[in-house]
């Protein structure tokens, strides 16, 4: 399978499936050629873009099937093969030209050129774990939806963020992603996951703006018995060197397995039967029918309100909680087994 854009009439082959909204792109695997469309590109590439899939498609013998995509109706299908080259991302056109310059050649443009993106990532519209995108989003905390889970891509970091109604699967999918940009970097950033509620940092990011850079290097001094150790020196001595694991595909089943091991082995200070839980909250058995009170016997739903339960872990990575419930008549509070 090849990826090329459209350039200036030609196509220019890519090694990374990252689409920009004003380009039209060329995803040929012989047997189907895919004309993908941004939504701000120009008549004339869009012309170009058809007439270059048919001269390929003429070149084979004219066996292949031409299919047009437009930007946001991807079908499962195309999302399947596309991500086969790595996690699809859309970016708007302010920031295509550094992408490209990437895609293109390979070569990160370290901090001069870079600038910090922010990606949505969300299961909703997809069919599938690994039929999911990146999709781009305005760069400051407005964009964040409790529902879904975003990456911020800082260059020299890359934070994953984690909305409180999120699902496994777009927790998976973000941090899988944050540690593919890492890998492709050769480690010139960590991945870092923030929940919402506790992302103070994550927010402080989005407030200094696309263009804020930030440095973790510590400068190392020339080594003399003269000269006395420093803080810098302590620092510097700390610093262990990191091993970066491979980046592969997770399917649906191996999340379900993982999850159901995670919450057998579980924290050891669990309470009974409620893994990863460290408090005392009351737990009860939970039973079949309608919930009540186990104080004051109170069913009304309207009055029985659900919360996160952060006091009980059930799932490390990524981090999940179970729920918790508090009587509106009452005012107990309770966790269910």
Same mark, same amino acid.
Request: glycine share 10%.
């Given at each position: 399978m090849k990826i090329f854009m459209v350039n200036q009439g030609q196509l220019q082959e890519i090694n990374k499936p990252i689409f920009s909204t004003g380009d039209v792109y060329i995803v040929d695997d012989e047997k189907t050629i895919y004309v993908w469309i941004g939504n701000k590109c120009s008549v004339d590439e869009k012309t170009a873009g058809a007439a270059q899939a048919r001269?390929?498609?003429?070149?084979?013998?004219?066996?292949?099937?031409?299919?047009t995509v437009d930007q946001n109706q991807e079908t499962p299908e195309f999302l399947k093969l596309v991500n086969k080259m790595?996690?699809?991302?859309?970016?708007?056109? +302010?920031?295509?030209?550094?992408m490209l310059k990437d895609v293109v050649t390979g070569d990160y443009a370290q901090f001069a050129e870079h600038v910090n993106v922010?990606?949505?990532?969300?299961?909703?519209?997809f069919e599938g774990i690994n039929a999911m995108k990146m999709i781009q989003v305005p760069y400051n905390k407005e964009a964040l939806d409790t529902e879904d889970c975003y990456v911020l891509d800082l260059g020299n970091k890359v934070y994953v963020w984690q909305g409180n109604a999120c +699902?496994?699967?777009?927790?998976?999918?973000?941090?899988q992603w944050a540690r593919q940009i890492d890998a492709e970097r050769a480690g010139l950033q960590n991945e870092v996951i923030f929940e919402e509620g506790d992302d103070a940092e994550f927010l402080s990011a989005l407030e200094k703006?696309?263009?804020?850079? !930030?440095?973790?290097?510590?400068?190392l001094r020339a080594e003399s018995s003269l000269?006395? !150790?420093? !803080?810098?020196?302590?620092?510097a001595a700390a610093i262990k060197p990191e091993l970066k694991s491979e980046v592969k595909e997770v399917t649906p089943a191996e999340i379900s397995a993982d999850l159901e091991e995670l919450k057998v082995t579980s924290a050891s200070g669990a309470a009974p039967g409620i893994p990863g839980s460290t408090d005392d909250l009351l737990t009860i058995e939970k039973? !079949?029918?309608?919930?009540?009170?186990? +104080?004051?016997? +109170?069913e009304n739903k309207l009055l029985i309100h659900e919360s996160i339960d952060k006091g009980n872990i059930i799932l490390d990575y990524p981090r999940m909680y179970g729920k918790k419930y508090r009587c509106g008549e009452c005012g107990l509070e309770w966790r269910e087994k």
């Open positions: 001269t390929l498609d003429q070149q084979r013998g004219g066996a292949a099937k031409i299919i790595g996690a699809m991302k859309v970016v708007e056109k +302010n920031v295509a030209r550094t922010m990606y949505r990532v969300s299961s909703e519209e +699902n496994v699967k777009e927790k998976v999918k973000s941090g703006g696309e263009h804020y850079k !930030e440095s973790d290097a510590v400068q000269e006395p !150790e420093t !803080e810098a020196d302590k620092t039973v !079949e029918g309608r919930r009540k009170c186990p +104080n004051c016997g +109170n």
